[in-house]
């Protein structure tokens, strides 16, 4: 874990054990390998904002669940106030983070299109975040691993961009629109889990048959043949280098 964030983690193992009120919520900026914290929320400034409710399937019990919260749309625009526009609209990722180490990488656009609610009990005990995926059920079609993207016990939020943490991963030729389009959906449904594993392993699993993984979405023939697109000019790309190097 980078060290930026080591005092946000140490102060989220006890969440558990004290309010939302006493730790609070931290928003940070990523940008250029460097973390900035841009606000800290303690309880009361939470329940300031404006609240709303929503009845989703919980994924853990399956059962209809009452949630009540705020928009991350809302924090997310509080947090950013203080950016300037250019550095704002460079935001393409929103990462939500929970006492335990795990982390939803969250595409910016969904929380834009859709009202994701950062959700929490009377007693602040913990925030929850929340996919509008029953009531919104259109969500459903954005091809995203929404599943995952439920996590208890939130500490803090980051805001980047998905060329921040993994630029290596996107094509530099781009002519062909089906392997960018492989990009989009290798980077934004598979990068949270195959993150610092090759490349090529990650993809050829998929081809062949994934093994079953909470919240990855389901792939249709185009989104395979996409992903195949964009094995195959990353091996492409790739060859390209190791020649122009072997040349020199």
């Given at each position: 874990?980078?060290?930026?964030?080591?005092?946000?983690?140490?102060?989220?193992?006890?969440?558990?054990?004290?309010?939302?009120?006493?730790?609070?919520?931290q928003?940070f900026?990523?940008?250029?390998?460097?973390?900035?914290?841009?606000?800290?929320?303690?309880?009361?400034?939470?329940?300031?904002?404006?609240?709303?409710?929503?009845?989703?399937?919980?994924?853990?019990?399956?059962?209809?669940?009452q949630?009540?919260?705020?928009?991350?749309?809302?924090?997310?625009?509080?947090?950013?106030?203080?950016?300037?526009?250019?550095?704002?609209?460079?935001?393409?990722?929103?990462?939500?983070?929970?006492?335990?180490?795990?982390?939803?990488?969250?595409?910016?656009?969904?929380?834009?299109?859709?009202?994701?609610?950062?959700?929490?009990?009377?007693?602040?005990?913990?925030?929850?975040?929340?996919?509008?995926?029953?009531?919104?059920?259109?969500?459903?079609?954005?091809?995203?691993p929404?599943?995952?993207?439920?996590?208890?016990?939130l500490?803090?939020?980051?805001?980047?961009?998905?060329?921040?943490?993994?630029?290596?991963?996107?094509?530099?030729?781009?002519?062909?629109?089906?392997?960018?389009?492989?990009?989009?959906?290798?980077?934004?449904?598979?990068?949270?889990?195959?993150?610092?594993?090759?490349?090529?392993?990650?993809?050829?699993?998929?081809?062949?048959?994934?093994?079953?993984?909470?919240g990855?979405?389901?792939?249709?023939?185009?989104?395979?043949?996409?992903?195949?697109?964009?094995y195959?000019?990353?091996?492409?790309?790739?060859?390209?280098?190791?020649?122009?190097?072997?040349?020199?």
């Amino acid at each position: 874990m980078k060290k930026q964030h080591v005092t946000c983690i140490l102060v989220g193992c006890v969440l558990s054990q004290v309010s939302l009120a006493d730790v609070g919520f931290q928003a940070f900026w990523r940008h250029a390998g460097q973390a900035q914290v841009l606000k800290t929320w303690n309880g009361d400034e939470i329940r300031a904002f404006k609240q709303t409710a929503s009845r989703e399937r919980d994924p853990g019990s399956g059962e209809l669940t009452q949630w009540r919260g705020v928009l991350l749309s809302s924090l997310l625009e509080s947090a950013l106030s203080t950016l300037s526009t250019e550095n704002k609209a460079q935001i393409d990722l929103v990462i939500l983070k929970n006492e335990s180490g795990l982390q939803a990488l969250i595409p910016r656009a969904l929380t834009v299109k859709y009202p994701v609610l950062i959700a929490f009990k009377k007693d602040l005990s913990s925030l929850d975040s929340v996919i509008p995926w029953t009531s919104r059920s259109k969500v459903m079609q954005e091809n995203l691993p929404l599943e995952s993207y439920f996590l208890k016990h939130l500490t803090q939020v980051e805001f980047t961009n998905y060329k921040e943490l993994y630029s290596e991963y996107f094509l530099k030729k781009r002519t062909d629109p089906a392997a960018i389009r492989g990009e989009k959906i290798f980077i934004q449904s598979c990068m949270a889990c195959h993150y610092g594993s090759q490349n090529k392993a990650a993809v050829q699993v998929f081809l062949k048959a994934h093994p079953k993984v909470k919240g990855l979405p389901k792939m249709t023939e185009k989104d395979l043949r996409s992903l195949e697109s964009y094995y195959q000019a990353r091996l492409q790309a790739r060859l390209a280098a190791e020649q122009t190097h072997a040349s020199r």
